[in-house]
């Protein structure tokens, strides 16, 4: 079960890989700045998930008009973020959570991934989102156990300009 409105976001420090090489980003280097949208998604190279991240990297200045910082997490290696990230042109940045340990602080690990067509991968992130105001407390949280289904991205504004 994912963490609900109101709970304190677990705090983590994950990988990316920028164009000035990896990078560490945890969730406490915005304590006190800014808000952040943490939005996990399954994989990467995947259909749903590249439509999600190129069309929320078309409008990914709107969220910093709403002071928020956006990340995308995913089980996948930050290499192989980086290379879909530049495949697609996606701006978002991705973060790595490799260990699944972030997803299954979170509560958005699926015990079986896919299990229908033999792949049956634990740990891999449910699409979800979850926003977390500048004190650290989650203020937004949406999970969704069909891989298919997107967040609800004017929902997730909504919450943003409330805060």
Not at 18 to 28: F, H, M, R, V, W
Request: aromatic share 10%.
């Amino acid at each position: 079960m994912s963490l609900s409105i109101g709970t304190p976001a677990p705090s983590f420090t994950l990988s990316t890989k920028t164009a000035d090489g990896p990078k560490q980003i945890s969730l406490a280097d915005h304590a006190g700045k800014e808000n952040v949208v943490l939005l996990f998604f399954p994989m990467a190279f995947t259909g749903v998930c590249t439509t999600e991240f190129c069309e929320l990297s078309q409008g990914l200045s709107a969220y910093a008009s709403l002071n928020a910082a956006v990340y995308g997490i995913s089980g996948d290696n930050p290499f192989a973020q980086e290379a879909w990230a530049t495949k697609e042109n996606i701006t978002v940045p991705l973060l790595s959570d490799y260990d699944h340990s972030v997803a299954a602080a979170y509560g958005v690990a699926y015990d079986s991934f896919l299990p229908q067509i033999g792949l049956g991968m634990a740990g891999v992130p449910k699409r979800s989102a979850f926003v977390v105001d500048k004190a650290g407390v989650i203020q937004y949280a949406e999970s969704h156990d069909d891989p298919k289904v997107l967040p609800d991205f004017d929902a997730i504004k909504a919450t943003l300009a409330s805060l």
